[in-house]
């Protein structure tokens, strides 16, 4: 759906959205001038009914209207029913979405809180999440504070960003949330350009380790010729009879057959 001029709407409110939604919906009717009436601060102009200014008025009252009641889910039409004034409209909603007391405002602190960086989500969408919550806060009249939400932000980034969370620890800045929030967007741009270096020749990486295979103690191989153990086949001096066979070495003494003592 679009707006007159041809715009797109925001997306519709729903039950969990609602703090995103009043901020669009409040720009897309000012954009419309009527967020006045909506707001209440417009009364119905002095004059009957005909005159131009109360028609007027009562177009702007009827476009206000049409909006919100047409940017909600059907779910929420109950709420916009109560009203054919838009003011009376949008503070249902309000009081609706808004007006849960203490249990709303414990149960967005809790969600914060538990606040993760999925794998798939970049940082900036990472922290667009976490400024919802955080105007949701606000709305219930309990904002957190910039440090708050740097520490939010940091408890919630996995373990790869963890020489960044050491070195913002002295930083003069290190409680200005949109400059951590850059620092660690300046991290991600690193990391990216680091995933780049094939992985086998990252030695940071599993599979680089998983490819070099760790040297064995000669006591545990096992000669597939004789099937002693301390030495390989290719080292054995038994032949396939069973008789053992002459190995010569540069630079060493022949061993004859009779010499049973030698061990490789």
Same mark, same amino acid.
């Given at each position: 759906?679009?707006?007159?001029?041809? %715009?797109?709407?925001?997306?519709? &409110?729903?039950?969990? @959205?609602?703090?995103?939604?009043?901020?669009?919906?409040?720009?897309?009717?000012?954009?419309?001038?009527?967020? %006045?009436?909506?707001?209440?601060?417009?009364?119905? #102009?002095?004059?009957?009914?005909?005159?131009?200014?109360?028609?007027?008025?009562?177009?702007r009252m009827d476009l206000a209207l049409s909006e919100i009641v047409g940017e909600v889910e059907d779910?929420?039409?109950?709420?916009?029913?109560?009203?054919?004034? #838009?003011?009376?409209?949008?503070?249902?909603?309000?009081?609706?979405?808004?007006?849960?007391?203490?249990?709303?405002?414990? %149960?967005?602190?809790?969600?914060?809180?538990? *606040?993760?960086?999925?794998?798939?989500?970049?940082?900036?969408?990472? /922290?667009? *999440?976490?400024?919802?919550?955080?105007?949701?806060?606000?709305? &219930?009249?309990?904002? #957190?504070?910039?440090?708050?939400? /740097?520490? /939010? &932000?940091?408890?919630?980034?996995?373990?790869?960003?963890? %020489?960044?969370?050491?070195?913002?620890?002295?930083?003069?800045?290190? =409680?200005?949330?949109?400059?951590?929030?850059?620092?660690? *967007? @300046?991290?991600?741009?690193?990391?990216?350009?680091?995933?780049?270096?094939?992985?086998?020749?990252? #030695? =940071?990486n599993a599979a680089f380790h998983a490819n070099v295979r760790p040297r064995r103690d000669r006591k545990?191989?096992?000669?597939?010729?004789?099937?002693?153990?301390?030495?390989?086949? @290719?080292?054995?001096?038994?032949?396939? @009879?069973?008789?053992?066979?002459?190995?010569?070495?540069?630079?060493?003494?022949?061993?004859?057959?009779?010499?049973?003592?030698?061990?490789?």
């Amino acid at each position: 759906m679009t707006n007159t001029d041809g %715009s797109k709407h925001v997306a519709k &409110l729903g039950n969990d @959205n609602y703090y995103s939604w009043s901020y669009r919906m409040e720009i897309c009717l000012r954009k419309l001038q009527v967020w %006045s009436i909506v707001e209440g601060s417009e009364s119905r #102009p002095l004059g009957s009914d005909a005159s131009k200014a109360v028609k007027a008025w009562r177009i702007r009252m009827d476009l206000a209207l049409s909006e919100i009641v047409g940017e909600v889910e059907d779910g929420q039409l109950v709420h916009t029913r109560v009203s054919r004034d #838009p003011s009376d409209v949008w503070a249902r909603l309000q009081d609706i979405h808004v007006s849960q007391g203490l249990g709303s405002a414990i %149960s967005t602190w809790q969600k914060l809180f538990q *606040m993760r960086k999925a794998p798939a989500a970049s940082i900036q969408e990472h /922290v667009g *999440m976490i400024r919802e919550l955080a105007d949701r806060l606000t709305g &219930l009249g309990d904002p #957190p504070s910039d440090s708050l939400l /740097v520490a /939010v &932000l940091m408890l919630s980034l996995p373990d790869s960003y963890s %020489s960044l969370v050491i070195s913002l620890d002295s930083h003069s800045s290190k =409680n200005d949330f949109d400059f951590v929030v850059q620092r660690c *967007m @300046n991290e991600e741009a690193r990391q990216v350009a680091k995933q780049g270096v094939p992985a086998k020749d990252d #030695p =940071n990486n599993a599979a680089f380790h998983a490819n070099v295979r760790p040297r064995r103690d000669r006591k545990d191989i096992t000669c597939f010729q004789c099937q002693q153990k301390g030495h390989y086949k @290719n080292e054995c001096t038994q032949t396939q @009879n069973g008789s053992q066979k002459t190995v010569e070495t540069a630079g060493m003494a022949v061993v004859s057959s009779e010499d049973s003592e030698v061990f490789w």
